[in-house]
């Protein structure tokens, strides 16, 4: 029995563009219904059980959008789950923007790129399709479940919160929609991005890895689009940048919030288009690729200070993933460390080593503010530092990593005694950062939380000396 072909309005007031939209997606294997006004739209709304809407966001000579708002807040209201996606010119970005805010699955901008409004309208689709009722598992059982349909043996964890980043990998993955993984450094951001790709279509072409936060706002176009010979002086030969190299497959732009704003304007217009110049050479390429970004800031909050581009954001975080730290999912913790400890003694060839039972308690309680990658070093340099078979608490604690990392980690409570002054206070704090650490400048200011000379003129002040 031939499944029936997915019903697909589309709602422009050009006639051109809705018929070559309409024999498009005929192709392709859609139904489509045109309609060249919003009203006329919203009369068809429940004649047909429709999977996707094509929206223009203009039908006045002004060009103000208004009218595409309100038909898209009409629809979403009507049919609230049914995925609409936007087609705007360049003129109307911020209402786009505006659309996204309103319920929209995605925008284009005009003109189009049929691929590309083909993968948009498919991704749409494929996001909205409902989830079935949720049987209750164990942690064990859930991670079980999940690796039956996904490829997950990179990621080390059963904690419900990892479940949940693990279920929506497991959702999107097989989509081309652009994934925004925020969370603290040392996470997993890197993990998590190759899980995506590798649970995709895309697993046997390139994953493309870019550090944003290590390339200077002079060398982005050569690093992401490419140069020819001669294009600059020390262009000694071409050169293919990342978005080529990532064609077919995915790109993942690491340290996002470190872009700068000149950067980011260029990045978003690939992104749009699909489309960028090599250096040197006045001839566009396109390439198709799907793009998963990483960033450790919070990136709404760089928006409101202006220090990233709204339409930016809206475009690479359709699907926004929270990785959450390793304080958040203790439980993993010893899983972590055992999985690390397997590792380590296998490639050094140390036999066979274990973790007391006290010790990985003990682990759990730290605060790891470098999360996996954190743990994960502070257990190989114990490892390599130790001949014991069995690490006790103590081999942790006598490591230099931890002390490093630690000291001062936790202080005693400075108590107030009363008739002190502030200055007699402050004498007191600068004296007991001194002492503890031993008379050494660099880290008794950072534990009093100022610079060097800052302490040294508090020195001065109070007359201080390590006799």
């Given at each position: 029995?031939?499944?029936?072909?997915?019903?697909?309005?589309?709602?422009?007031?050009?006639?051109?563009?809705?018929?070559?939209?309409?024999f498009?997606?005929?192709?392709?294997?859609f139904?489509?219904?045109?309609?060249?006004?919003?009203?006329?739209?919203?009369?068809?709304?429940?004649?047909?059980?429709?999977?996707?809407?094509?929206?223009?966001?203009?039908?006045?000579?002004?060009?103000?959008?208004?009218?595409?708002?309100?038909?898209?807040?009409?629809i979403?209201?009507?049919?609230?789950?049914?995925?609409?996606?936007?087609?705007?010119?360049?003129?109307?970005?911020e209402?786009?923007?505006?659309?996204?805010?309103?319920?929209?699955?995605?925008?284009?901008?005009?003109?189009?790129?049929?691929?590309?409004?083909?993968e948009?309208?498919?991704?749409?689709?494929?996001?909205?399709?409902?989830?079935?009722p949720?049987?209750k598992?164990?942690?064990?059982?859930?991670?079980?479940?999940?690796?039956?349909?996904?490829?997950?043996?990179?990621?080390?964890?059963?904690?419900?919160?990892l479940?949940?980043?693990?279920?929506?990998?497991?959702?999107?993955?097989?989509?081309?929609a652009p994934?925004?993984?925020?969370?603290?450094?040392?996470?997993?951001?890197?993990?998590?991005?190759?899980?995506?790709?590798?649970?995709?279509?895309?697993?046997?072409?390139?994953?493309?890895k870019?550090?944003?936060?290590?390339?200077?706002?002079?060398?982005?176009?050569s690093?992401?689009?490419?140069?020819?010979?001669?294009?600059?002086?020390?262009?000694?030969?071409?050169?293919?940048?990342?978005?080529?190299?990532a064609?077919?497959?995915?790109?993942?732009?690491?340290?996002?919030?470190?872009?700068?704003?000149?950067?980011?304007?260029k990045?978003?217009?690939?992104?749009?288009?699909?489309?960028?110049?090599?250096?040197?050479?006045?001839?566009?390429?396109?390439?198709?690729?799907?793009?998963?970004?990483?960033?450790?800031?919070?990136?709404?909050?760089l928006?409101?200070?202006?220090?990233?581009?709204?339409?930016?954001?809206f475009?690479?975080?359709?699907?926004?993933?929270?990785?959450?730290?390793?304080?958040?999912?203790?439980?993993?913790?010893?899983?972590?460390?055992?999985?690390?400890?397997?590792?380590?003694?296998?490639?050094?060839?140390?036999?066979?080593?274990?973790?007391?039972?006290?010790?990985?308690?003990?682990?759990q309680?730290?605060?790891?503010?470098?999360?996996?990658?954190?743990?994960?070093?502070?257990?190989?340099?114990?490892?390599?530092?130790?001949?014991?078979?069995?690490?006790?608490?103590?081999?942790?604690?006598?490591?230099?990593?931890?002390?490093?990392?630690?000291?001062?980690?936790?202080?005693?409570?400075?108590q107030?005694?009363?008739?002190?002054?502030?200055?007699?206070?402050?004498?007191?704090?600068?004296?007991?950062?001194?002492?503890?650490?031993?008379?050494?400048?660099?880290?008794?200011?950072?534990?009093?939380?100022?610079?060097?000379?800052?302490?040294?003129?508090?020195?001065?002040?109070?007359?201080?000396?390590?006799?």
């Amino acid at each position: 029995m031939l499944k029936p072909k997915p019903f697909l309005l589309i709602v422009d007031d050009d006639v051109a563009v809705c018929k070559s939209l309409g024999f498009f997606f005929k192709q392709k294997g859609f139904h489509p219904i045109l309609a060249s006004h919003p009203t006329e739209a919203m009369g068809v709304l429940e004649e047909f059980s429709f999977a996707c809407v094509i929206l223009d966001m203009n039908f006045k000579i002004e060009t103000t959008g208004e009218e595409g708002l309100m038909a898209l807040e009409a629809i979403k209201k009507k049919k609230p789950e049914l995925p609409v996606v936007l087609l705007t010119g360049w003129g109307t970005m911020e209402l786009a923007i505006e659309g996204m805010k309103r319920g929209a699955a995605d925008f284009i901008s005009k003109p189009w790129d049929n691929t590309h409004l083909l993968e948009a309208v498919n991704t749409a689709i494929t996001l909205k399709q409902k989830v079935s009722p949720k049987t209750k598992y164990t942690p064990s059982q859930e991670r079980k479940k999940l690796e039956e349909q996904c490829d997950f043996k990179a990621i080390i964890g059963q904690d419900p919160k990892l479940l949940e980043v693990l279920q929506t990998i497991g959702r999107v993955a097989q989509t081309d929609a652009p994934v925004l993984i925020m969370g603290e450094s040392g996470t997993g951001k890197e993990l998590i991005a190759e899980a995506i790709h590798q649970n995709s279509r895309r697993r046997d072409e390139n994953f493309v890895k870019v550090n944003l936060g290590g390339i200077s706002q002079s060398l982005f176009e050569s690093e992401m689009f490419g140069h020819k010979k001669g294009a600059f002086t020390g262009a000694h030969a071409d050169r293919e940048g990342r978005f080529a190299l990532a064609h077919k497959g995915s790109i993942f732009l690491d340290e996002m919030g470190e872009l700068d704003l000149s950067s980011q304007v260029k990045l978003l217009r690939v992104l749009q288009e699909r489309k960028f110049e090599v250096l040197g050479s006045s001839t566009p390429q396109s390439a198709d690729f799907r793009v998963i970004s990483a960033t450790n800031k919070v990136l709404p909050e760089l928006v409101q200070e202006g220090k990233f581009r709204e339409d930016l954001f809206f475009r690479i975080n359709l699907i926004t993933i929270y990785l959450p730290s390793l304080r958040e999912r203790k439980k993993d913790i010893p899983l972590l460390a055992q999985h690390f400890l397997d590792e380590l003694t296998k490639s050094y060839g140390l036999g066979n080593r274990q973790i007391a039972k006290e010790a990985m308690q003990w682990l759990q309680e730290q605060p790891l503010k470098g999360n996996i990658r954190e743990l994960k070093n502070w257990v190989e340099s114990t490892v390599l530092m130790t001949t014991a078979e069995e690490l006790q608490i103590a081999d942790f604690q006598q490591n230099p990593t931890y002390i490093n990392a630690f000291q001062g980690e936790v202080e005693a409570p400075v108590q107030v005694q009363e008739g002190h002054t502030l200055e007699q206070m402050e004498e007191r704090m600068v004296r007991q950062a001194l002492e503890a650490n031993h008379y050494k400048i660099a880290p008794a200011a950072k534990s009093l939380g100022i610079s060097r000379n800052a302490l040294y003129r508090k020195i001065e002040k109070y007359n201080i000396s390590d006799a």
